[in-house]
């Protein structure tokens, strides 16, 4: 059930059908609930059975919280001393700072706006995140922000026509909660490089940014180049794989020297994969195929 979610979600589904795609998420959501609800059941009654099972383990000494090390190597090796350090040798490591500052290009005034912002966008804009999903530093959510909709709607609506029509971001809604997460696998707790950064940006941030990538999209036209594949609904690296393998079915040429595809990032899970057809060989060599 969650692959044919995700299935429906590369075929950009929660864009061009979004009741089919409701109903099959609900679908899923409530299937997840009723399968907590049967594990913690069986959890539960396990100690009628097996009186020193896991229940009585659990109940005695509780859940056992992660440790989460104080201390980071540098990049020279050495160990930092204190909590500001090993969030500068964190923050350094994900956010590297510029070796030299690049000057600012102004442009000439900016020409009125010619879109659209009204309470329609914007109320699809916020209705299309998660209500609990996990808020930035305002601890808004998407959820109270619907509650609020009947009361602030109008009041939110000139907030975003007034950003967009002065070309201004507020500076409060580029502040992000930074949370650092451990990778899968990971047994080096010392270095930055295991953990991943998760940005958790204020709620109505992104949905402005939902309307500006919309704008965006309609001024660039970008969901009509063909070779475009990333950020375009209804494509993915599906797609892009695709691509080049009916190019090659469809060539009329008697060989191909050389098929160059690089998909870095989580792309990679698939260097196992023959993309071209028997005519050609593959050979993965970290993500690619020549």
């Known amino acids: 059930m969650s692959g044919h979610l995700d299935r429906m979600r590369r075929l950009g589904l929660h864009s061009t059908d979004r009741p089919a795609y409701s109903q099959a998420r609900n679908s899923y959501v409530a299937h997840i609930r009723t399968a907590k609800l049967a594990a913690w059941r069986c959890f539960a009654g396990d100690i009628n059975v097996n009186t020193w099972g896991k229940a009585f383990s659990w109940a005695k000494s509780g859940s056992r919280s992660k440790k989460v090390p104080s201390t980071m190597t540098r990049p020279d090796g050495v160990m930092t001393e204190t909590l500001d350090e090993t969030a500068e040798v964190l923050l350094s490591s994900f956010f590297p700072r510029e070796g030299r500052k690049r000057d600012l290009i102004r442009s000439g005034p900016l020409e009125s706006y010619g879109g659209t912002v009204d309470a329609e966008r914007v109320k699809a804009a916020i209705w299309r995140m998660r209500p609990g999903k996990a808020p930035g530093a305002d601890g808004i959510t998407a959820g109270l922000l619907r509650k609020a909709w009947p009361i602030l709607g109008e009041e939110i609506v000139h907030l975003f026509r007034t950003r967009i029509t002065e070309a201004t971001f507020p500076q409060s809604w580029k502040y992000a909660n930074l949370v650092v997460l451990l990778k899968q696998g990971k047994k080096d707790t010392t270095s930055p490089k295991s953990y991943r950064p998760i940005s958790l940006l204020p709620t109505m941030a992104k949905a402005l940014e939902t309307l500006i990538i919309q704008d965006l999209e309609v001024e660039t036209e970008l969901n009509s180049y063909n ?18 393998y009916y190019w090659i079915r469809g060539s009329n040429s008697r060989h191909v020297f050389g098929v160059f595809l690089d998909t870095p990032g989580p792309s990679t899970t698939s260097a196992g ?9 593959s050979a993965p060599r970290s993500g690619r195929y020549e």
């Open 227 to 244: 070779q475009q594949h990333g950020f375009v609904p209804g494509r993915s690296t599906i797609t892009a794989m695709n691509s080049p």
């Open 273 to 281: 994969t023959r993309c071209c057809p028997d005519s050609t060989h």
